[in-house]
């Protein structure tokens, strides 16, 4: 699949549909190149973002890091449920391997990105706000 059909495809699935934590943000979609065969790694993420070497980065599940937040929330043409399961839906059908990746600074960029048939990875990014107390206790858990 084209990067243009990825874009297309991931764009309409997102269409509306917003993270929800402190604030609601879109999904924007991202594309990343990476050497044929080589998966991405949290330095790759971070050099996309445009952030410093070494900036710590965290790895989440697409469902455990959907459960942080208090969900999605989407305009009047779909519910919570709908969009949410269209987006998971879509992101299993296109794409291997999905994860999260969190890097934070003033606030959080959050990458949900996946490996595409052809190698390359794709998702989208966002903005989101993690309570980083409630992050710890899970993870002590």
């Known amino acids: 699949m084209s990067k243009e059909q990825l874009q297309k495809e991931l764009t309409q699935a997102a269409d509306g549909i917003l ?4 604030i609601e943000a879109p999904l924007e979609f991202v594309y990343l190149e990476t050497e044929q065969g080589r998966p991405l790694t ?4 971070v050099e996309h973002a445009g952030k410093p070497s070494g900036m710590a980065v965290r790895t989440y599940d697409l469902e455990g890091f959907m459960q942080l937040l208090q969900g999605v929330t989407s305009d009047a043409r779909k519910g919570p449920d709908s969009a ?7 992101l299993q059908r ?3 391997d999905v994860k999260v990746y969190t890097i ?6 959050a990458y949900i990105l996946g490996r595409a048939e052809d190698g390359t990875y794709a ?3 966002s903005m989101v706000v993690l309570d980083e107390a409630s992050i710890d206790e899970q993870d002590e858990s």
């Open 19 to 22: 993270l929800r934590s402190e």
């Open 42 to 45: 949290t330095e790759d993420v």
């Open 84 to 90: 949410t399961q269209q987006l998971f839906g879509t």
């Open 94 to 96: 296109l794409l291997q």
């Open 104 to 109: 934070t600074q003033i606030g959080t960029e």
């Open 123 to 125: 998702g989208y990014k």
